[in-house]
C-alpha cells in the first residue's frame, strides 16, 4: 500500500512525495494550468539517458507515481 509521506499545496502548485508499493521514494510536482494538469515526477530527471527496455521501465514508473499521487491527494 502506497504512503503519502509529505505534501504541500501552495496556490496552483502541489508537491508530493511518496513511498510507492515496490518500496520506492518518489517525489511529484502538479502544476494546476488552465490547459489541465501538468506533472513533473522525480521519474523524469534523465530520462533521454535511457532507450528501449530501460526507457520504458522508467516511463511505468513515472506513471505509477502520476496514478499513486491521485489515489493519495
Do not use: P
Amino acid at each position: 500500500m502506497a504512503i503519502k509521506l509529505e505534501e504541500r499545496t501552495y496556490g496552483t502548485h502541489i508537491y508530493m512525495k511518496m513511498y510507492l508499493d515496490n518500496k520506492r521514494t518518489e517525489e511529484i510536482d502538479v502544476y494546476l494550468r488552465n490547459d489541465g494538469e501538468h506533472y513533473v515526477t522525480s521519474a523524469d530527471h534523465g530520462m533521454e539517458l535511457y532507450k528501449g527496455k530501460e526507457l520504458e521501465e522508467r516511463k511505468r514508473l513515472r506513471q505509477e507515481v502520476i496514478d499513486t499521487f491521485k489515489k493519495l491527494y
